[in-house]
T-cell receptor, first 112, second 115 residues
Framework: DAKTTQPNSMESNEEEPVHLPCNHS???????IHWYRQLPSQGPEYVIH???SNVNNRMASLAIAEDRKSSTLILHRATLRDAAVYYC?????????????FGQGTILTVHP | DAGVIQSPRHEVTEMGQEVTLRCKPI?????LFWYRQTMMRGLELLIY????????DSGMPEDRFSAKMPNASFSTLKIQPSEPRDSAVYFC?????????????FGPGTRLTVL
């Protein structure tokens, strides 16, 4: 499976935008880019995913580089509830059934 | 929608005992995943099923671990005999194959402590 690289930790202030980077230089043409987050003492939850084009949903935006070797998760206005571990994950298309391989993720701290 | 249901939420047992963790996926989902999370190893995929059939069990640590999915609404993960190194949080997740690729819905987890 193609691997991802994320910073170990990032900090933000409440109500400011947060840009969480992810490098995936060995991504293949059919790999989807997924972001999940895990709040303290909870199971992971889906945030967003994309293939080639930038994506927006109610939680966040996903900006994908033109060469697809990197992507950025954007939280437009961080809240205290956004403090979590954020995982960037690649999933293969075809018959992988959406198998997820979690790395260490980025610990996001949000200051009031 | 009740979400993914796991039981028990907490389990404390002694080394050598059998442990059974249970999972009820979201109704209509046809893929089910078992994960384990520890501080040392992070989140690891143990096994996953599609349409009740085990697809990949390469993450199962050893023969002491077994998983079954007798029907679309129930799965178990069994450890026998349990060892202290099995202490972890075990998550079950389900997804609907073919829609919103890879979006998995996770349960609240079972925290297992083996003394």
């Amino acid at each position: 499976d193609a691997k991802t690289t994320q910073p170990n930790s990032m900090e933000s202030n409440e109500e400011e935008p947060v840009h969480l980077p992810c490098n995936h230089s060995t991504i293949s043409g059919t790999d989807y880019i997924h972001w999940y987050r895990q709040l303290p003492s909870q199971g992971p939850e889906y945030v967003i995913h994309g293939l080639t084009s930038n994506v927006n949903n109610r939680m966040a935006s996903l900006a994908i580089a033109e060469d697809r070797k990197s992507s950025t998760l954007i939280l437009h206005r961080a809240t205290l509830r956004d403090a979590a571990v954020y995982y960037c994950i690649l999933t293969a298309g075809g018959t992988s059934y959406g198998k997820l391989t979690f790395g260490q993720g980025t610990i996001l701290t949000v200051h009031p | 929608d009740a979400g993914v249901i796991q039981s028990p939420r907490h389990e404390v047992t002694e080394m050598g005992q059998e442990v059974t963790l249970r999972c009820k996926p979201i109704s209509g989902h046809n893929s089910l995943f078992w994960y384990r999370q520890t501080m040392m190893r992070g989140l690891e995929l143990l096994i996953y099923f599609n349409n009740n059939v085990p697809i990949d069990d390469s993450g199962m640590p050893e023969d002491r671990f077994s998983a079954k999915m007798p029907n679309a609404s129930f799965s178990t993960l069994k450890i026998q005999p349990s060892e202290p190194r099995d202490s972890a949080v075990y998550f079950c997740a389900s997804s609907l194959e073919g829609t919103r690729w890879g979006e998995q819905f996770f349960g609240p987890g079972t925290r297992l402590t083996v003394l």
